[in-house]
């Protein structure tokens, strides 16, 4: 299996532009997670699917973000408008039982808003 | 609040010199600790699971015990391919992942 893919690998925009980051979890896997890394706030879970439905979502920091699931093979994590402090490394991880089964991640995407 | 707390923050070695990282947990009915290792760069790469106090995972150098306060990892002889950062993570309420700040490890030669 190719792991957990996402893209861009790199993100460079400007405020008030939107971005959107795209994950393909490992085939099979019911759970899909959305975490934001910052040397300030370490790793943090932004959101987490269960067979494609949002199941928690009270870590997304703000409106201007969003997430969604419209398959079992592919995510989104959308961020309109863009600011500076969302500059972050964004990583999408999967796994088959929920939070207490191993968590695969992806290679993240680093987000650079200018 | 559900919380792990790492430390060392950062630790420097000599190659063959063993030690030990911490990571402390408040986390009402841990259902889980998890231990991953980070390359700069590179998304987060799964090392230990750890369910009950007393239990005890190892792999080559590597070994992660588990008490109820606290989790482990003892690194034995270590050589400069260790060096990264670890992460400690606890599942807490709501089936998530809390992670500590992680500990950077550098193994000199």
């Known amino acids: 299996d190719a792991g957990v893919i996402q893209s861009p690998r790199h993100e460079v925009t400007e405020m008030g532009q939107e971005v959107t980051l795209r994950c393909k979890p490992i085939s099979g896997h019911d759970y899909l997670f959305w975490y934001r890394q910052t040397m300030m706030r370490g790793l943090e879970l932004l959101i987490y699917?269960?067979?494609?439905?949002?199941?928690?979502d009270s870590g997304m920091p703000e409106d201007r973000f969003s997430a969604k699931m419209p398959n079992a093979s592919f995510s989104t994590l959308k961020i309109q408008p863009s600011e500076p402090r969302d500059s972050a490394v964004y990583f999408c991880a999967s796994s088959l039982g929920g939070a207490r089964d191993t968590q695969y991640f992806g290679p993240g995407t680093r987000l650079t808003v200018l | 609040e559900d919380q792990v707390t790492q430390s060392p923050e950062a630790l420097r070695l000599q190659e063959g010199e063993s030690s030990s990282l911490n990571c402390s947990y408040t986390?009402?009915?841990?259902?889980?600790l998890f231990w991953y290792r980070q390359d700069p760069g590179k998304g987060p790469e799964f090392l230990f699971t750890l369910y009950s106090a007393g239990e005890e995972k190892e792999k080559e150098r590597l070994k992660a015990t588990l008490t109820k306060k606290e989790s482990f990892l003892h690194i034995t002889a270590p050589k400069p391919e260790d060096s990264a950062t670890y992460l400690c993570?606890?599942?807490?309420?709501?089936?998530?992942?809390?992670f500590g700040a992680g500990t950077i490890l550098r193994v000199k030669s």
């Open positions: 986390v009402s009915g841990l259902r889980g």
């Open positions: 699917f269960n067979n494609n439905v949002p199941i928690d």
């Open positions: 993570a606890a599942v807490a309420q709501g089936n998530k992942l809390v």
